[in-house]
T-cell receptor, first 113, second 110 residues
């Protein structure tokens, strides 16, 4: 079974802090994704990566950056956290060949105070 | 732009059949996915359609009409554990990205 692991289930940070969310997958998938999920808005793509050191902006990249130094790890960075970034963050991965279902981690519920 | 519509909430009775509709308008089309998400948990993959027609997987079936931009997920013999949100997602053909609808929250009652 594919395993996508997010480093924290719950996280509380303060406005202005730099926040790191980590995601690791164990299936040698090329593609990795970061989403946020908010009530009434569904899943929205922040960034994705289709290879090591490669990244592309999703639909809502403002205020975020990402890092992919190793194939199995994809990090989401909130450069200066703000209260409107309080949300559920979901990481996903999929193989490069299309189309394939994405496999999701359990999510990180992030609160910015 | 991409637009995916699905009902916000539905209620059905245990043992019944329910159909959850999804309509989409996207810049391209390379397949449609259905996911199930229980409260507080990760979405899990249910089904995939890329050609017109019905795909059946046990109690769950999914239908696609590309000419109408329409899909539905059919759940038979409903069980209480089927209470969850059901997410419709389209691959518009841009790499492996998916565009998600806002999800349909299904409540199964006795």
């Amino acid at each position: 079974d594919v395993k996508v692991t997010q480093s924290s289930r719950y996280l509380v940070k303060r406005t202005g802090e730099k926040v790191f969310l980590e995601c690791v997958q164990d299936m040698d998938h090329e593609n990795m994704f970061w989403y946020r999920q908010d009530p009434g808005l569904g899943l929205r793509l922040i960034y994705f990566s289709y290879d090591v050191k490669m990244k592309e902006k999703g639909d809502i990249p403002e205020g975020y950056s990402v890092s992919r130094e190793k194939k199995e790890r994809f990090s989401l960075i909130l450069e200066s956290a703000s209260t409107n970034q309080t949300s559920m963050y979901l990481c996903a991965s999929s193989p490069y060949r299309d189309p394939q279902p994405q496999h999701f981690g359990d999510g990180t519920r992030l609160s910015i105070l | 732009g991409q637009n995916i519509d699905q009902p916000t909430e539905m209620t059905a009775t245990e043992g019944a059949i329910v159909q959850i509709n999804c309509t989409y308008q996207t810049s391209g089309f390379n397949g449609l996915f259905w996911y199930q998400q229980h409260a507080g948990e990760a979405p899990t993959f249910l089904s995939y359609n890329v050609l017109d027609g019905l795909e059946e997987k046990g109690r769950f079936s999914s239908f696609l009409s590309r000419s109408k931009g329409y899909s539905y997920l059919l759940l038979k013999e409903l069980q209480m554990k089927d209470s969850a949100s059901y997410l419709c997602a389209v691959n518009p053909g841009t790499a492996s990205k998916l565009t998600f609808g806002t999800g349909t929250r299904l409540q199964v009652t006795l």
